[in-house]
């Protein structure tokens, strides 16, 4: 389980300096909730923002010259904001639950002396048990791969250098991979390794319905991929995991899908699996390779909500691509829902629309805009004069932004 309380972002293209959400740095402001729908202008920094997201997760399964590299990004020159002589940086806060201590990591990529990109500097902090106030004891801290780490729940030492608990030196042998990586693979830095397992647990997702279509060989996935193309494998691991289980996820999820009576997972004699969609007006029903675009996609967000074992946090790029307006504010409302209240989820969205930003909440929709000088600044909603007052009077959030009362 776990959450991001708040996450600041510097000098990352256009997010020169954005903040969302309470932070070690910035504890005036409240909290992140389970569901944070990100709006704007086209160009304002939407998909720079979900691009963030998806360069950290890429700096997990290599290293950050391969993530500046990855996606199209053109390396750091190309990533870091222009004319700034400052390194990326990142600030996330954390919480595994709403009893522990919350977390906060600090991540600086820069330039070494041979100009590739390199971690400078990483740190992973924690407030004293039943602390509910002080600075926090630093349980990570490397400069230039080197530094220490604390094993064990607690301890760390502080910015004077008193030392609370079992410090080790560590100096790492690749100065361009994560130091959470290395030592959170090793049992005795259990935090490092909870905060680790929680970032591997982000999806960043980017369907796309011409992938969905395809039937691969039989190979039961837990999981969708980023862009859905093992939709059908998902469908054969949850028939498999449970039949009747997934039956009534199946009975639910079509209950959602306009036009749709039934669907059914169908082995074929290979042992792919392939779902039926029954349609109304037809006798028959048709494979998934033949559902159009919007249908295919709207069953994997569907799907998606269903899993058994959530990721923790979800980023999902305008879902409105290919769908139907009228079907976005029920899409909103069932993805509101789902993620609840508690630590299991978290949900960020970006778009355009209107009729998805109906169904949500002030305090739920940041609003990207574009500064004088070119880079990106963020703000709720809910910090905009008489939308709260507006809201409360029966107005929608789509239907304010469409006419400009915000945004």
Known sequence: ????LGIAIQNYGTLKNVKMGKLFSDQSSKELGN???VIGASGNGKSTLAD???FISDCLSGDVESACDANNRGGYDQL???????????????KETSNSRPITYELTIGKDKKNRPYVKEERLRQRRPKNKNGRPLSFLYLIDGKGYAFSGTDGGQDDNGSIEGSKEEVELSDIRKLGIVTLGAMKQYSRIEMFLDFL???FLCYFAPDTARQVQTSAPAPYLNRTGSNLNNVAQYMYRENPDEFKKILADIQTKIPNITQIEPVKMPN???VLEFYQQGFDHPFFSPRMSDGTLKLFAYYLLLHEKNPRQLVFIEEPENGLYHQYLTDLAIEMRKNVGTGYTKQLFVTTHSPFFVNALAPEQVWVLEKGEDGFSAIRQASSY???SDLIEEGAEMGDLWYSKYFG
């Open 200 to 202: 591997k647990s982000w």
């Open 385 to 387: 004069e008489f939308v």
């Open 1 to 4: 389980m776990g959450k991001i």
């Open 35 to 37: 569901m944070i729908a």
């Open 80 to 94: 870091v904001s222009q004319d700034s002589a400052e390194p990326i940086h990142f600030e996330i806060y954390y």
């Open 271 to 273: 042992g792919q699996m």
């Open 52 to 54: 963030a997201f998806g």
